[in-house]
């Protein structure tokens, strides 16, 4: 069981940055990988960055070159930098946790999501 709480979404300006963060109820250096997904109204969820437990990352196209996903295992949090927003962005955003549980694989958390709203 993971629980995830995201904080830093908000209203900001086109071209402005915001910062998201995730924290998690235990240590996250053990999770397989944790990602931030996206849903704007009308849309399906959109997967927009991973995180694995080595390091690696993936970005949807859209956000590359301005988004950044990383990790502070100490802390254990996850950020999302994001910078030269556009109003496209707009979406509530949701931190993923996907740990291995024994005799089920690996299972998706969820967190509550935060909304980040971009003005053109």
């Known amino acids: 069981q993971v629980q995830l709480v995201e904080s830093g979404g908000g209203l900001v300006q086109a071209g402005g940055s915001l910062r998201l963060s995730c924290a998690a109820s235990?240590?996250?250096?053990?999770?397989?990988?944790m990602a931030w997904y996206r849903q704007a109204p009308g849309k399906q969820r959109e997967l927009v960055a991973t995180?694995?437990?080595?390091?690696?990352?993936n970005y949807v196209d859209s956000v590359k070159g301005r988004f950044t996903i990383s990790r502070d295992n100490a802390k254990n949090t996850v950020y999302l930098q994001m910078n030269s927003l556009k109003p496209e962005d707009t979406a509530v955003y949701y931190c993923?946790?996907?740990?291995?549980?024994?005799?089920?694989?690996?299972?998706?958390?969820w967190g509550q999501g935060t909304q980040v709203t971009v003005s053109s």
């Open positions: 235990r240590n996250i250096f053990s999770i397989n990988a």
């Open positions: 993923n946790a996907k740990p291995w549980v024994a005799s089920r694989g690996y299972v998706d958390y």
């Open positions: 995180i694995t437990s080595g390091g690696s990352t």
